[in-house]
């Protein structure tokens, strides 16, 4: 957890953060090949492998089977080495998948949380995914509002205020404790917002539920801006390609 990561292929340096690990969400969809019937495929033996051999180099993968036009199926891929998680994705187009939409985060302990204990920073920046038990599986990114007017841009409030917000926030999203687990990872300055959220539920509605109640807590419902949901269900790459590629 947080060790030493060699070389990917003994020349290029690791590329890592200096606490926490690199996130990376790909959305795919699955190409046409001709306009038959079973005309969609991949090589879904090289997308396993892509799997296997990215999780051989000390990276997670959750798999997803995804609900929606927006993707086929998912992956979050998380490790310390950037170029590895650059080496999972090169893998998964090689095999013959099209990313369609893709995130890229860092696992991070927010200012307003200092005073966690340890093993709590821990878990927020070496995370054990995916959940047992947890199969209902929802990502969005988002960020704070800064609006023209007086009491509308957030970053524009005083530090207390914020983190008086924010810790209303969070007693809103432990209420779930047991139907959900949240992963917040910052994406300032690497993506188009400043935070991506990940979700594991144990039913689909627990998903809407919780996000349905954090949006009544005043740091949501004044600043909070939201992009694309994506949800689906946490499997096997096994099993999620053989729901998504059924006449393969």
């Known amino acids: 957890m947080g060790g030493v990561t060699q070389p990917l292929d003994g020349v290029t340096r690791p590329l890592a953060p200096s606490s926490g ?3 990376l969400h790909l959305f795919c969809e699955v190409p046409h090949r001709g306009s038959g019937p079973g005309a969609r495929g991949c090589d879904a033996h090289a997308v396993v492998q892509a799997v296997k051999r990215a ?3 000390d990276v997670q993968v959750v798999s997803v089977a ?6 086929d199926l998912g992956f979050m ?3 310390a080495d950037l170029w590895r998680l650059r080496r999972f994705q090169s893998d998964v187009q090689a095999a013959g998948l099209v990313v369609t939409l893709s995130y890229v985060s860092l696992t991070e302990v927010s200012e307003y949380a200092a005073g966690l204990p340890d093993e709590m920073k821990q878990t927020r920046l070496y995370p054990s995914l995916p959940p047992d038990g947890m199969p209902a599986f929802c990502f969005y990114p988002m960020s704070k509002r800064r609006g023209d007017r007086a009491g509308s841009n957030w970053y524009a409030m005083p ?4 983190k008086a917000m924010m810790h209303g926030h969070g007693a809103a999203g432990r209420a779930f404790a047991g139907r959900i687990v949240q992963l917040i990872t910052g ?5 188009d917002w400043e935070w991506g959220v990940t979700l594991f539920g144990v039913h689909p509605d627990d998903l809407k539920d919780c996000v349905y109640a954090m949006r009544f807590d ?3 419902a004044r600043f909070a801006e939201f992009g694309p949901f994506l949800t689906g269900m946490v499997a096997s790459v096994e099993t999620v390609l053989a729901q998504v590629t059924p006449d393969e």
Do not use: Y
């Open 21 to 23: 690990w690199g996130v």
């Open 55 to 57: 999780e051989a180099d």
């Open 66 to 71: 995804l609900l929606g036009h927006k993707a």
């Open 77 to 79: 891929a998380l490790g």
């Open 159 to 162: 530090f207390e205020e914020r």
């Open 187 to 191: 994406s300032t300055g690497i993506d």
């Open 218 to 220: 005043e740091g949501s």
